[in-house]
């Protein structure tokens, strides 16, 4: 199952389940659509892959499966 992320790696933002700003790739390292856009040009800087709108999960299958809650921040810095 998908961990959604509750965090930005990059610049920390709040990103909950229902974030339409969300990007992940296909480790499922976590950015926003800013960080994406305008500091890493839509690639991963941990894995090199796509970085993609992730999918929110429908509110009532939060309620069995929620987010996660393990913020993870700067394990790469990001590019300027
Ligand atoms: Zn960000
Ligand atoms: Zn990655």
Same mark, same amino acid.
């Given at each position: 199952?998908?961990?959604?992320?509750?965090?930005?790696?990059?610049?920390?933002?709040?990103?909950?389940?229902? &974030?339409?700003?969300?990007?992940? /790739?296909?480790? *499922?390292?976590?950015?926003?659509?800013?960080?994406?856009? @305008? #500091? !890493? &040009?839509?690639?991963?800087?941990? /894995?090199?892959? *796509?970085?993609?709108?992730?999918?929110?999960?429908?509110? @009532? #299958? !939060?309620?069995?499966?929620?987010?996660?809650?393990?913020?993870?921040?700067?394990?790469?810095?990001?590019?300027?």
């Amino acid at each position: 199952m998908l961990v959604l992320r509750p965090n930005c790696e990059c610049c920390d933002k709040d990103l909950p389940a229902e &974030s339409q700003e969300a990007r992940i /790739c296909t480790f *499922e390292c976590t950015f926003c659509a800013d960080c994406v856009r @305008d #500091r !890493l &040009s839509g690639v991963c800087p941990n /894995c090199g892959g *796509e970085l993609l709108q992730r999918p929110r999960r429908p509110a @009532d #299958r !939060l309620l069995n499966n929620p987010a996660s809650t393990e913020r993870v921040h700067h394990r790469v810095p990001c590019a300027a």
